[in-house]
């Protein structure tokens, strides 16, 4: 069973920074992709990024494309998110998710596995 664990969300000024992490526990896959979700108030959750494990092929939504910027350390099975130049419309919970797909998928059906999610406030 693998399991995620989100942390480093909180409050921050829009143009600021925040950075979130997901460490997985009880992985037994050598190809797999993580990704981030996140979902605001009223809305559906929706795809932010996503990397694969084994060569660190990243995928963006646009409206994140060149403000977040995800990465992994497989030594230690962990994820990141960083995100600059923050914006209230990015103000969401955030969840971490694993797929056991190989190809890096946008879509929620396609992850297995999440995390109980994350809290990020962007003030204006």
């Known amino acids: 069973q693998v399991q995620l664990v989100e942390s480093g969300g909180g409050l921050v000024q829009a143009g600021g920074s925040l950075g979130l992490s997901c460490a997985a526990s009880g992985l037994t896959f050598s190809r797999y992709t993580m990704g981030w979700f996140r979902q605001a108030p009223g809305k559906e959750r929706e795809f932010v990024a996503a990397i694969r494990r084994s060569d660190g092929s990243t995928v963006y939504a646009d409206s994140v494309k060149g403000r977040f910027t995800i990465s992994r350390d497989n030594a230690k099975n962990t994820v990141y998110l960083q995100m600059n130049s923050l914006k209230p419309e990015d103000t969401a919970v955030y969840y971490c998710?694993?797929?056991?797909?190989?190809?890096?998928?946008?879509?929620?059906?396609?992850?297995?596995?999440w995390g109980q999610g994350t809290q990020v406030t962007v003030s204006s």
């Open positions: 998710a694993f797929s056991g797909r190989n190809l890096v998928p946008t879509q929620q059906s396609r992850y297995d596995y």
